[in-house]
């Protein structure tokens, strides 16, 4: 039996932003760093790169000053720290038409951009193909990159099969669905885009995002991939804070997670449920109950007026 070596680490869709919410004295922006950190970390202590497949930051159309003061600094602190890692990665949806991910890597010596193009480790092709609208011509490129004999390839997309973390499945387009015929030609196929980490088919994962960022992810355990010399692939859970729940009213665990209250439902008052008769005109009806229920949106309250008239056809 040949030997199994570690040839490289994986990680795809940091989504290096400054969040809006669960993000007070900015402690998702801290959470990301460490995630980045962590994989320098690994990295270095393992003498591997790090393969990266895509979203780099969160907001295509541009960072805020905040958030590019924040990684200029931080990368830079990476540079110094880390000067022998490496960061093979492309550009995905979020990282904007003229990418950032782009830009960075002309910026900093650990970040190799290899949109359309190609590097090597211990002989091995490390193919990029980043994100591409509604993959028109992805198939093109996925056949011009067999060339390479093999190799690991790099993607940002949406593959059948694979489930985001709150188990909607996409219909991607311009795909065909035998995705084992589609990838045969390359020895491991990395993805990024759909958050939650999948085996697909064969030889084709997504690579997940490191950590929890949306309300949807909760319960979905994220991490990064170690690669090895066989291209066999071992997930690690990162073990970073996570979105979790609890009733209004109960004492929540005292943990560095991002506790999402879950309020009570309301109740109609005894004299507001007899007041209700069924000839009663149903656009009175409905805001008379969302007075008791506590509903303001005039969206909603319109809505249910609809839906109770429909009831009369």
């Known amino acids: 039996m040949g030997r199994r070596d570690l040839i490289a680490i994986a990680s795809s869709d940091w989504h290096y932003h400054n969040w809006k919410q669960f993000n007070e004295n900015g402690e998702r922006l801290t959470v990301t760093k460490k995630v980045i950190l962590k994989l320098f970390e690994e990295a270095h202590l393992k003498k591997v790169p790090i393969l990266f497949s895509g979203d780099l930051f969160h907001t295509p159309d541009g960072l805020s000053d905040e958030v590019f003061y924040n990684v200029m600094d931080f990368f830079k602190g990476l540079q110094d720290l880390f000067n022998d890692v490496r960061v093979l990665g492309i550009s995905g949806n979020h990282d904007g038409k003229i990418s950032m991910y782009k830009a960075i890597s002309r910026a900093f010596d650990n970040f190799i951009c290899i ?20 993959n028109k011509g ?7 990159a067999k060339e390479f004999g093999g190799g690991i390839l790099l993607l940002h997309t949406e593959l059948y099969g694979a489930p985001d ?50 309300k ?37 665990e005292n943990t560095d997670d991002f506790w999402i209250e879950i309020s009570k439902p309301k109740k109609l008052k ?29 969206k909603k309250v319109n809505a249910l007026i609809k839906i109770l008239n429909k009831t009369e056809e």
């Open 115 to 134: 949109d359309n193009g190609v590097e090597y480790i211990n002989n091995i092709p490390i193919i990029g193909i980043p994100y591409i609208k509604r």
């Open 165 to 214: 973390p709150s188990g909607y499945t996409v219909e991607p387009q311009n795909l065909p669905r035998n995705l084992n015929a589609l990838f045969k030609a390359f020895d491991l196929v990395l993805s990024g885009h759909i958050h939650k980490h999948t085996r697909v088919c064969d030889n084709v994962y997504m690579v997940g995002a490191p950590n929890q960022q949306r």
């Open 270 to 298: 005894k004299s507001s449920e007899a007041s209700f008769k069924p000839n009663m005109d149903k656009t009175k009806m409905a805001k008379k109950y969302a007075n008791e229920t506590g509903i303001k949106s005039p």
């Open 138 to 144: 992805l198939v093109d490129k996925i056949e011009k």
């Open 216 to 252: 949807s992810d909760a319960g979905c355990k994220m991490g990064y991939l170690k690669i090895y010399s066989d291209f066999s692939v071992k997930f690690v859970d990162l073990g970073m804070p996570e979105f979790k729940y609890y009733n209004e009213g109960e004492k929540r």
